[in-house]
């Protein structure tokens, strides 16, 4: 069989994936012959196209899968999309729009026969997306949020809920996104820092010509004042008690009122009480009786009621009124200042404070269980620094605004009569019975999309367990829950892990997974988070093109660690695909190999006893980086094994000699051994790799249609010689002292030396290995110093390589001169440390007998080093 020279990436995709499907290796059914491992897919926005965040997410489920697939788990990933209430009915709306259509002129059926349209058309763009990568979902588990039966589940929940008296219907103070045109809840607002004007306004005191200054941000709101407060401790304003103030513009005629709510050191010591715009003054206006004006209309213009600048916008109304109060000689002064800022996280309008009926699910009992699983440790955060960020949210957990102003979503289940009694249930008929009406009238809101994202590891197995219970889920279900591992972000660590957990506590008392592995943020190279606006996020399809899925895959991942931020390079695909094409060329150069009748040498058979060694030792490592989800560590690991152990060293070690241009044969033994140590790295690579291993793995020989590397079995760690392993490290150095000969000479690469070694010993079990590798023609060992000879230093031994062209003592002093400075310098270095009292008695006593071997070998150089300088 023919090898092509260079890999194809493109080839090895288009080959391997529709025959990993075809072959339902993603495919999973209930085997209780085998443990399960299950993943549930965060399920993207149905809005959604790739991103270098999903990218990074599902290469690290796709890792994981595929390694407990090979483990002999019953691996099982489903995948999904999220309905995406907000973003989905933004899209909508804009489609619409562009045709020349408001969602106005609809009714709420027509706009969503729209809404389904286009998820049907645009929803699963990202899904396919995903394949692009080499995701190994199973494909047949597709569940989206909004499917009949996860919708009914989430209408379920609402109810049962309701009935249980955690959730309830009020006016309450909420975050309103004036362009999405709905509530939205604390978790969904953006802070960010933003430069402002805080402009101090002049209230004149009813009946004087004195006035009251205040400062604002946000003067636009003046209108709706209908108080102002200060605290009663204040001497400033103790003789206004009963006084009246005038609000400016509207001149309306409010109370001075005394209250401990504000600080007496903050500005001028004197708030203006806006009701309907601040949480705060809400509470002031509820505590005092005050008259509640909304100054705003639901899409961020001036209200009616503010009863000045009616229809204009918000921030052009703001500049506005600075000006006309100016004008007035009611403004003290101006400033700049910096402050905190909501934003809406979908649609990126500040966010206003808005009075407004809602419905909300009560927090405090539902979410104790949620907190104790993490802080029992039940549930693992990967990394667990985010456990306090947890702990913080949870305690001071708010009731969740839960309705959503919107059309696109699960509609509520309440229903009300001309009366204005209420009623939750599943259907009209069952409404018109209880409220004994025919007159009935749904709620007209939607709920929140994570109201249903909390139930998916729930319902994407049984979408009936919360009306049946735990005791009657379906054998999927009981099968594949409590799931084994989700990666996410940690910006949803409440949003929707903390609510996962609270659902499956609920509803099967049980946790939803067992661990949760968050990753960072990808950034640029510069630090900046990725973005449109910035131009400076790549498209993850045009990455696959130019480097393949393996490269993206790899370079993802090497620089990943859990819960802290990537900074992307480009460079970082290159050295992926560059990671591949040293894995094909091993390859190539292995089936190159002429098997003949002759016999195994020395160096081929100590460097199979190492390399059997090392795999096993590094096989553990890897295990043990998987097992702690050190994912960028256990990748290093294997790229340094294969890149480093096996091709740099072990091939050469192994590799026929080439006599008068041509490669002679090898033993079958020592090509069987390579060949075998071959599959195994492919089998510790595939999770990274997955698509130019199985093409390497079905080129080696022919196989079964089902023998194929992503259902191999995982290679097993065998126990391993330390020493020998140990011992191999200074091979190493000894090789590479040689070659470093040979470049400052100019030497020869062909050219064979001589290598002495000054020890009491006769020979060592890797002189035929150093012999091969550094081309040496003898290895000898003496008692003395060997004259006109260039030596270095391992450890405490000398070696020397006598030369046929003479030493230039010159150039060898400086050498010398320079290694011994290095080396003192080093041991100083060692000796501070050492006599640090703090480092001694803190430090693990093998550090510290670590840095006392240091100490001893420096020393021991540098007496051989002062040696050869004295000889010199």
């Given at each position: 069989m023919e090898i092509a020279k260079t890999y194809s990436p493109n080839d090895a995709e288009q080959k391997w994936y529709p025959y990993w499907l075809e072959k339902k290796f993603f495919k999973s059914v209930v085997d209780k012959s085998k443990k399960p491992y299950t993943i549930v897919i965060p399920p993207p926005n149905v809005t959604g196209v790739l991103h270098m965040g999903h990218m990074l997410n599902n290469t690290?489920?796709?890792?994981?899968?595929?390694?407990?697939?090979?483990?002999?788990?019953?691996?099982?990933?489903?995948?999904?999309?999220?309905?995406?209430?907000?973003?989905?009915?933004?899209?909508?709306?804009?489609?619409?729009?562009?045709?020349?259509?408001?969602?106005?002129?609809?009714?709420?059926?027509?706009?969503?026969?729209?809404?389904?349209?286009?998820?049907?058309?645009?929803?699963?763009?990202?899904?396919?997306?995903?394949?692009?990568?080499?995701?190994?979902?199973?494909?047949?588990?597709?569940?989206?949020?909004?499917?009949?039966?996860?919708?009914?589940a989430v209408i379920d929940v609402f109810i049962d809920l309701y009935n249980k008296g955690h959730i309830y219907r009020g006016v309450r103070m909420v975050n309103w996104d004036p362009q999405g045109l709905t509530a939205v809840s604390d978790e969904e607002v953006i802070y960010k820092e933003s430069s402002s004007k805080l402009v101090y306004v002049k209230y004149k005191i009813e009946g004087t010509n004195d006035f009251v200054t205040i400062a604002t941000t946000r003067p636009e709101t003046i209108m709706g004042d209908t108080a102002v407060c200060v605290n009663p401790t204040d001497e400033r304003y103790a003789h206004l008690k009963g006084k009246n103030v005038i609000v400016p513009v509207v001149n309306r005629v409010v109370p001075l009122i005394f209250d401990e709510y504000?600080?007496?050191?903050?500005?001028?010591?004197?708030?203006?009480?806006?009701?309907?715009?601040?949480?705060?003054?809400?509470?002031?206006?509820?505590?005092?009786?005050?008259?509640?004006?909304?100054?705003?209309?639901?899409?961020?213009?001036?209200?009616?009621?503010?009863?000045?600048?009616?229809?204009?916008?918000?921030?052009?109304?703001?500049?506005?009124?600075?000006?006309?109060?100016?004008?007035?000689?009611?403004?003290?002064?101006?400033?700049?200042?910096?402050?905190?800022?909501?934003?809406?996280?979908?649609?990126?309008?500040?966010?206003?404070?808005?009075?407004?009926?809602?419905?909300?699910?009560?927090?405090?009992?539902?979410?104790?269980?949620?907190?104790?699983?993490?802080?029992?440790?039940?549930?693992?955060?990967?990394?667990?620094?985010?456990?306090?960020?947890?702990?913080?949210?949870?305690?001071?957990?708010?009731?969740?605004?839960?309705?959503?102003?919107?059309?696109?979503?699960?509609?509520?289940?309440?229903?009300?009569?001309?009366?204005?009694?209420t009623v939750v249930c599943k259907t009209k008929e069952e409404a018109a019975k209880l409220l004994n009406t025919t007159e009935v009238k749904q709620d007209e809101d939607v709920l929140d999309t994570w109201f249903s994202s909390w139930l998916w590891p729930l319902t994407v197995f049984d979408p009936n367990v919360i009306r049946n219970g735990w005791e009657k889920a379906n054998e999927d279900l009981k099968y594949y829950y409590p799931t084994s591992d989700l990666v996410t972000a940690p910006e949803i660590l409440f949003f929707w892990v903390a609510r996962m957990i609270i659902a499956g506590k609920e509803y099967?008392?049980?946790?939803?997974?067992?661990?949760?592995?968050?990753?960072?943020?990808?950034?640029?190279?510069?630090?900046?988070?990725?973005?449109?606006?910035?131009?400076?996020?790549?498209?993850?399809?045009?990455l696959i093109t130019k480097y393949g899925a393996d490269g993206v895959r790899v370079g993802m991942l090497l620089c990943s660690p859990a819960g802290n931020d990537l900074m992307f390079d480009e460079s970082y695909c290159e050295q992926g695909r560059n990671f591949a094409n040293k894995v094909w060329n091993a390859f190539r150069l292995i089936k190159g190999f002429e098997v003949g009748n002759v016999e195994q040498s020395e160096a081929q058979k100590t460097a199979i006893t190492w390399f059997d060694n090392k795999l096993s030792e590094q096989l553990e490592i890897i295990n043990d980086?998987?097992?702690?989800?050190?994912?960028?560590?256990?990748?290093?690991?294997?790229?340094?094994?294969v890149w480093d152990d096996f091709c740099a060293w072990y091939l050469e070690a192994i590799k026929p000699d080439f006599v008068d241009g041509k490669a002679q044969p090898i033993d079958k033994a020592t090509y069987d051994a390579t060949i075998s140590y071959l599959e195994s790295l492919l089998k510790i690579m595939h999770p990274w790799m997955p698509f130019i291993t199985e093409e390497i793995?079905?080129?080696?020989?022919?196989?079964?249609?089902?023998?194929?590397?992503?259902?191999?079995?995982?290679?097993?760690?065998?126990?391993?010689?330390?020493?020998?392993?140990?011992?191999?490290?200074?091979?190493?150095?000894?090789?590479?002292?040689?070659?470093?000969?040979?470049?400052?000479?100019?030497?020869?690469?062909?050219?064979?030396?001589?290598?002495?070694?000054?020890?009491?010993?006769?020979?060592?079990?890797?002189?035929?290995?150093?012999?091969?590798?550094?081309?040496?023609?003898?290895?000898?060992?003496?008692?003395?110093?060997?004259?006109?000879?260039?030596?270095?230093?391992?450890?405490?031994t000398e070696f020397f390589v006598p030369l046929s062209s003479n030493v230039n003592k010159d150039e060898e002093k400086a050498r010398?001169?320079?290694?011994?400075?290095?080396?003192?310098?080093?041991?100083?270095?060692?000796?501070?440390?050492?006599?640090?009292?703090?480092?001694?008695?803190?430090a693990k006593p093998e550090l510290v007998e670590l840095e006392k071997k240091k100490q001893a070998?420096?020393?021991?150089?540098?007496?051989?080093?002062?040696?050869?300088?004295?000889a010199l």
């Open positions: 690290i489920q796709d890792v994981l899968i595929r390694r407990a697939r090979m483990l002999g788990y019953n691996a099982c990933w489903v995948p999904g999309t999220d309905h995406a209430s907000i973003a989905t009915e933004a899209k909508v709306v804009k489609l619409l729009a562009d045709k020349g259509v408001k969602k106005s002129d609809l009714s709420r059926e027509d706009f969503l026969k729209h809404a389904w349209e286009w998820k049907e058309k645009y929803g699963g763009i990202i899904l396919e997306q995903l394949k692009k990568l080499g995701a190994s979902c199973d494909w047949d588990r597709t569940r989206f949020t909004m499917e009949d039966d996860l919708s009914e504000v600080d007496a050191t903050f500005g001028t010591g004197a708030l203006k009480v806006t009701p309907a715009h601040d949480i705060n003054d809400f509470n002031l206006g509820q505590k005092y009786k005050l008259q509640t004006i909304d100054a705003l209309t639901p899409d961020g213009k001036i209200s009616e009621a503010a009863g000045a600048y009616v229809g204009m916008d918000r921030f052009a109304c703001r500049k506005q009124i600075v000006k006309d109060l100016q004008e007035m000689g009611l403004v003290e002064k101006v400033e700049d200042i910096k402050n905190k800022v909501g934003y809406s996280e979908r649609t990126d309008a500040v966010i206003e404070p808005k009075l407004s009926m809602q419905w909300f699910l009560k927090m405090d009992k539902v979410s104790k269980p949620a907190l104790d699983a993490v802080l029992n440790n039940d549930v693992k955060l990967i990394p667990d620094k985010f456990i306090n960020t947890y702990k913080h949210w949870m305690e001071n957990v708010h009731d969740w605004c839960i309705s959503r102003q919107l059309w696109w979503g699960q509609r509520i289940p309440a229903w009300y009569d001309n009366k204005g009694n099967t008392g049980q946790k939803p997974f067992t661990n949760v592995y968050l990753t960072g943020i990808v950034r640029d190279k510069l630090g900046r988070k990725m973005s449109k606006s910035l131009g400076n996020s790549p498209d993850p399809l045009d980086h998987y097992t702690k989800y050190r994912m960028s560590d256990a990748l290093m690991a294997t790229y340094k094994l793995w079905h080129l080696i020989k022919e196989r079964s249609e089902m023998d194929c590397v992503i259902v191999a079995k995982w290679p097993e760690v065998k126990s391993t010689d330390a020493r020998q392993l140990m011992e191999f490290e200074v091979v190493k150095e000894i090789v590479a002292m040689i070659r470093n000969i040979r470049a400052q000479k100019q030497l020869s690469p062909k050219e064979k030396l001589k290598l002495i070694e000054k020890s009491d010993a006769t020979h060592s079990y890797f002189d035929k290995l150093v012999m091969k590798l550094a081309n040496l023609n003898e290895v000898e060992y003496t008692k003395n110093k060997v004259e006109g000879a260039f030596s270095f230093m391992i450890q405490s010398l001169q320079k290694e011994l400075e290095y080396n003192q310098g080093f041991l100083k270095s060692v000796q501070i440390k050492l006599s640090n009292e703090k480092f001694v008695a803190n070998d420096a020393e021991a150089k540098i007496k051989a080093l002062e040696a050869q300088l004295s």
